[in-house]
């Protein structure tokens, strides 16, 4: 048998929609490539626990086989990424992370993507959302894979790095991803779509001009200050509420935050937000590529119309200050804390209505 290595960069990371809880994808199946993701992170958890049991008529010191228990069912496997965010990869991190979703019904596909939960819970089981199935292709042989079932994006942070250069200026995503169930070695005999690099390179903070159409703090207008970093977080702090009697997860809970960090420069304009942070000031922001509102393919807009400053904005860059504001959404009157438009070429099948 020959001992030949297997590039990391070779590997396949994918997803493809579920047709609802109860019926996951399988490794046959033909899975949406996702391109331009980091070699080399692609580490499961398979949420494994192996525990030892402290009990009497142990015969001596040591760890015993026999009292052993491993529990492979009740934890929430999950799988980390990182990568390069393109116009064609993002949708399926941004739908899994917010949960709700209304979809143009032409190209290109503006989607409006929401917070999901406003007015109760979401019934996961019950399909209160939608999930994709996600998948790594090893590439060691047709069942070296790994899928993960019902997927929700637990965490999800996306850069933009205004004074980086090369790849590190364009806009840059990572996370993690979990699910119920883990399935390793399943025969692979599908098709990968999208699996050929696309030659224009759709990134983003490349050719195209973000700015914040809205940035207001106490009603001051801060958009036009010069934007050195601008952060998005959504922490969904995913558990499992209950399990079947096999101890599968059968319903998750979450606890959403979506926060933004912008820095900027310290001045006359800005050092006022250190005030607005004791006042307890709200917050309007509304970061986009997207200033005329043309919703067509590749604008992005990320808007948190009702927040609030949750720490204090003075910050040190080397020797000079600067105007950290971190700023958290907040729902008002059960509206959606935070509303992204994002549009691309490809009908994900992830509208409400669908």
Request: net charge negative; with cysteine; aromatic share 10%.
């Amino acid at each position: 048998m020959a001992d030949v290595k297997i590039l990391a960069k070779q590997e396949l990371f994918g997803c493809l929609l579920q047709a609802n809880w109860a019926t996951p994808a399988v490794a046959g199946d033909n899975f949406y490539t996702l391109q331009w993701v980091n070699a080399g992170n692609l580490i499961p958890d398979m949420a494994v626990t192996l525990d030892q049991m402290n009990v009497t008529a142990q015969s001596g010191t040591h760890w015993e086989i026999e009292r052993a228990v491993i529990d492979a069912r009740s934890g929430l496997p999950s799988i980390p990424f990182s990568g390069t965010a393109s116009v064609l990869n993002m949708t399926p991190f941004l739908y899994s992370s917010h949960f709700a979703c209304t979809e143009a019904a032409g190209t290109p596909y503006n989607k409006i993507i929401t917070a999901g939960g406003l007015t109760a819970p979401i019934d996961f089981n019950g399909n209160g959302t939608k999930f994709f199935t996600w998948m790594v292709d090893n590439g060691a042989s047709a069942d070296d894979n790994f899928i993960l079932e019902n997927g929700v994006v637990n965490s999800l942070n996306i850069v933009w790095d205004m004074n980086a250069t090369g790849t590190a200026r364009l806009v840059s995503y990572s996370g993690v991803v979990m699910g119920n169930e883990m399935n390793v070695e399943g025969t692979a005999d599908g098709n990968w779509t999208n699996d050929t690099p696309p030659t224009a390179q759709d990134f983003f903070n490349n050719t195209d001009t973000w700015a914040f159409i809205t940035l207001d703090v106490d009603s001051v207008d801060l958009s036009g200050e010069f934007v050195r970093r601008v952060e998005y977080n959504v922490s969904n702090n995913v558990t499992a509420s209950t399990s079947t009697v096999a101890g599968k997860a059968n319903q998750y809970e979450i606890a959403p935050e979506y926060t933004m960090k912008v820095i900027l420069n310290y001045n006359a304009v800005t050092e006022k937000c250190l005030g607005d942070f004791q006042a307890k000031a709200t917050v309007d922001a509304n970061w986009s590529n997207d200033s005329g509102q043309a919703l067509t393919d590749g604008k992005w807009t990320i808007d948190m119309p009702t927040s609030y400053l949750i720490s204090q904005p003075k910050i040190y860059e080397g020797d000079y200050l600067g105007i950290e504001l971190n700023i958290r959404a907040y729902s008002t009157a059960a509206a959606t804390p935070v509303t992204i438009n994002y549009c691309d070429t490809v009908d994900w099948v992830i509208d409400d209505g669908d």
